[in-house]
């Protein structure tokens, strides 16, 4: 059955349901676009793969057949899922979303857009659930594997096919706590290289691109804790004399909120470029597609 049925024109599904509907071949032929010979083929060729006349002359009209009437609501239902299927999906309507999306990201993108982002999902699509996931001290490809929707952060060294996106670019601060002598003073490389410093790093690193433009110049910052979260490394600022690290758009507001101040770097540093990226798969994916607009805009807002 199915070798015989292999050999089908679907096109001749489009034709009959065209057929069925006008009661002409002429009308048919119109509506297709096709020249009237070329239809009367088409339904020389229906009539041969199903085995019936479909419509047949009844004076000046044709009328169709009891099989023809038999299966017009299939094929008109047969015709308009293979439009649905062939035609790009409509933008997703957020009020009736009724999703989890996953997204990756940093602490810091979770504290400092993270609020602004749940509210504007709850307001616009309300069955929606957001869920944050950690950063791993190692590198998943959690995109590819659809552990994970959306990603925002630094990205670096994704599979080839992965989309990323710029969102944004921002630049790194030094992050002290109220009243630290930093504050009262001009701050030159040698002091500021001079301060204890704690680090953020998921993988536990030391080092960063801080310590390859200390080193230009010479320099070296003493280290005293490298800790994995950016939150982490605040509150430790907060209570203590060390320095630590921050952006200066994007966290704004979440060192305001500790009550903290910010020194600029006193040297050259390159910018920290924030993208979002995603699985190709979800490409066209409207739910998908209103998820990285809502992010776009709630980071333009959140980051002036």
Known sequence: ??????????????????????????????????????????????????????????????????????????????????????????????????????????????????????????????????????????????????AADLEFGVIEGREPEIRTEEVFADRGVAVVREGHPLTTVNVTARRFADAAHINFSRRGRLTGPIDAALAELGLRRRVIATVPTFAASLLMVRDSDAVGLSMERMAATTVRGLGLHTVPIPFSLPPISMSMAWHPRQDADAGHVWLRGLVRRTVAAVVG
């Open 1 to 146: 059955m199915i070798a015989r049925n292999a050999n089908i024109d679907l096109n001749l599904l489009i034709a009959l349901d065209a057929l069925l509907e006008e009661e002409s071949v002429t009308a048919a032929a119109d509506r297709l676009g096709l020249s009237g010979p070329a239809m009367s083929r088409a339904l020389g060729r229906i009539r041969r793969t199903i085995g019936d006349p479909v419509l047949v002359r009844a004076g000046r009209h044709m009328v169709p057949t009891p099989r023809a009437l038999e299966i017009k609501a299939d094929v008109r239902r047969l015709v308009e899922e293979a439009h649905g299927v062939l035609t790009p999906s409509a933008p997703a309507d957020p009020a009736e979303l009724a999703r989890v999306f996953t997204i990756a990201a940093s602490d810091n993108f979770v504290t400092a857009v993270g609020p602004a982002l749940v509210a504007r999902v709850a307001e616009e699509a309300p069955r929606v659930v957001l869920r944050f996931l950690g950063e791993s001290h190692i590198d998943l490809p959690v995109l590819r594997d659809g």
